[in-house]
């Protein structure tokens, strides 16, 4: 008997829960927007500054930029700064998890509320200029070719902390 009304109190819990989940689904679903608010929402992407915007972040390398600064962290997460190959992996797996493909719409949105339309265009225009491609390549390249030093040096500065060689300044 007891069997019986433990097997009959499951089955009703299950039932209650089953009734709840329809009744919160329900629920959800009949509360929408009004159109008012869908048809006043435009979407960025389909705004002249925000085109503007997405421009002067490609032309300017900031994707690119933005994937390779993950350096700092990998150096600190996997260790020695020697195993170099290991590092250009590591970046790939964060370029695609966590890069710039996630927050570009988020650059875009930022460029876009501090800049006017001229702004943006003078940017873009600047940004198009041989000598400032250049500068831009040179920053690149300069990242790159100290990439080696700064992985070795943030694990000797890691490994002084924790021997307590070296301690954090005052507030």
């Known amino acids: 008997m007891f069997k019986v009304k433990l097997q009959f109190s499951k089955f009703l819990g299950l039932l209650l829960i089953v009734c709840f989940t329809f009744f ?69 797996m964060f370029a695609r998890e966590i890069g710039w493909r996630h927050f570009k719409d988020a650059y875009a949105a930022r460029l876009e509320a501090d800049f006017s339309e001229d702004e943006l265009k003078k940017l873009l225009n600047l940004s198009k200029q041989p000598v400032m491609k250049k500068l831009l390549q040179s920053e690149v390249k300069a990242y790159m070719d100290t990439s080696k030093q700064r992985f070795k040096m943030g694990f000797e500065l890691w490994e002084n902390y924790n021997n307590g060689k070296i301690s954090l300044p005052p507030e």
């Open 24 to 92: 919160t689904v329900y629920v959800a679903n009949s509360q929408q927007l009004p159109l008012v608010e869908y048809q006043s929402k435009t979407p960025p992407k389909a705004t002249s500054k925000y085109k503007l915007a997405t421009e002067v972040l490609l032309e300017i390398g900031i994707a690119q930029r933005y994937d390779m600064y993950f350096d700092h962290l990998i150096g600190t997460l996997i260790g020695k700064g020697d195993d170099f190959k290991l590092y250009a992996r590591f970046r790939k």
